[in-house]
C-alpha cells in the first residue's frame, strides 16, 4: 500500500484529521467536480434545514436534523441502527454508523458550524478543508480511544466514462495525475451501478497512517461519484469502507 507524505505549508496548520481529510481529497481527487446551486428551500421542505435537509454536526454527538426532512424518493439501504441521510437537494443519499456528525458542505451548512460544538476533533477544520477540495458533504466519527473515521462525497460529470473499464481506467488516471505509479485499483464485482476502489495510506513514511479508501460508482445519469473514507484503526477500516460506500443511494429517475 502506497503511503502519501508531505502536504505542504498551507496543511501545517491545521489539526490531523483536517490535513488528512484533505490530503485524502487532493491526491485522489475528482477532477471536474459537480458545481450545484442548491435550492433554499432545501429540495422541498421549508428552507430551515438548508441544503437538502441532511443533518448538521450536534455538540453532544447526535445530528441536528431539521422537522422538515424530506427524503426526495431516495431510499437509503441503511445498517442497523445507522443514520441514514438523504439529501435531495443533491440527488443523493448515504447512511454513517450511529453517532456520527455530519454536514453539507453548501454555505449554509458551513455557516452552521460555527455555532456547533462537535464532539469530534478537528471536525469544523475538516469540513472546511473537505468543502475546499469540492466536497458535498462531510461525516465524521470518534471511537472511545480517540481514533476517527471520516467520509467525504463528491461528484463529477462529464466524464465520458460509461462501463466499468472505463471506470477503472478513469480511477488509473486519477491516481496518476496525484503521482502515484502502482495504485491499487480493484473493480467491485456485482455492484448494482460501475464500481471501483482504490486503496492508499496516509502519513509519514515509516509512521503510523490512516487507511483510505475512495470509492468510485458511475450512476445512471453519468456522473461518477466517490466516496473516500479515511480511518485511524486500520482493523476496521476494509468493513467501515464497504459499508458506507454500499448505502449510496440516488434519487429515482
Known sequence: MAVLSGGGRRLAGLPRRARLALVAAVVLSVVAVLL???PGDGGGGDGDGGAGEAPAAGGHGDPLTSTTLATGGIEV???DGWQAIPVPALGFGIAVPPGWEVTVLSPEGLEALSSAAPEVEGFVESAHAA????G???AAGEDDEGQV???LVRAAPATDVTDASGLADYARDLAGQAGRSDPEVETVEGAASPTVRLRFAIGDDGGEAARGTETLVLAEDGIVWSLVVTSDDASVHDDLAARVAGTLAFAPR
Open 77 to 79: 439501504d441503511a445498517p
Open 36 to 38: 450545484l446551486v442548491v
Open 149 to 151: 473515521s471520516d467520509v
Open 131 to 134: 468543502a475546499a477540495s469540492g
Open 136 to 138: 458535498l458533504l462531510y
